[in-house]
């Protein structure tokens, strides 16, 4: 049971459509020789961004998933990440569309590139939704970001603390409300 918090709104749905349909625009334009695109998400967080993404690409898609262990949890990336479960289907000459939901430290984005980069794709760009730059440990920058955001523990949009909030059509920032509690 996490401690007592409260959310501030810190992204509205209506900047997330927005900024959605900005982007859908430049990986079409970016992908216009794709004949299909597989698009890739990262399980669980960013599920309801590849839900809105692929209605935003006018384009044939074909979505795939793959989730990698993070957070548990905890408010703090693990460092070490495991593939909980792989994708269905094969990437091999293909391009492909990684989707995610933050890059927080960048272990786990960077980790799935890696991995999927072995699997020689033709072409493989990445989206995060958002992006917390101060927080970051490794070398990796997502291709398109929604947002920069600080170093808040955020929620909402599919993303959660605790698995609570994903369904919030927001994003929002976590604030504890007892004293006592960690920042
Ligand atoms: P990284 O490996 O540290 O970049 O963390 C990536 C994953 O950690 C994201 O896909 C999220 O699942 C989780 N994460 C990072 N920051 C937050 C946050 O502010 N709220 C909830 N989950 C987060």
Redesign the pocket.
């Known amino acids: 049971m996490p401690q007592p918090y409260v959310i501030d709104e810190l992204i509205s749905a209506k900047a997330i459509a927005a900024r959605i349909e900005a982007l859908a625009r430049e990986i079409r334009s970016s992908f216009a020789d794709t004949d299909k695109l597989i698009v890739v998400g990262?399980l669980r967080?960013s599920f309801v961004f590849i839900a809105d993404l692929v209605r935003e690409l006018d384009m044939n898609v074909e979505v795939d998933f793959l989730e990698a262990s993070?957070?548990g949890d905890a408010m703090e990336?693990s460092r070490e990440?495991r593939i909980l479960k792989d994708l269905r289907g094969e990437i091999s000459g293909r391009d492909v569309l990684v989707v995610?939901?933050?890059?927080?430290?960048?272990?786990?984005?960077d980790h799935v590139v890696r991995l999927l980069k072995t699997r020689k794709p033709r072409r493989l760009e990445t989206i995060a939704l958002l992006d917390?730059p101060s927080?970051r440990e490794t070398d990796v920058k997502a291709t398109w970001t929604g947002f920069e955001i600080p170093d808040?523990?955020?929620?909402g949009y599919g993303?959660?603390?605790a698995q609570r909030n994903r369904n919030l059509p927001y994003i929002g920032c976590v604030r504890f409300t007892d004293a006592d509690a960690p920042v």
Do not use: A, Q
Not at 152 to 155: A, C, M
């Open positions: 990262l967080g993070s957070y990336s990440v995610e939901d933050i890059v927080d430290t960048g272990f786990t984005l917390k927080r808040e523990f955020v929620v993303i959660d603390y």
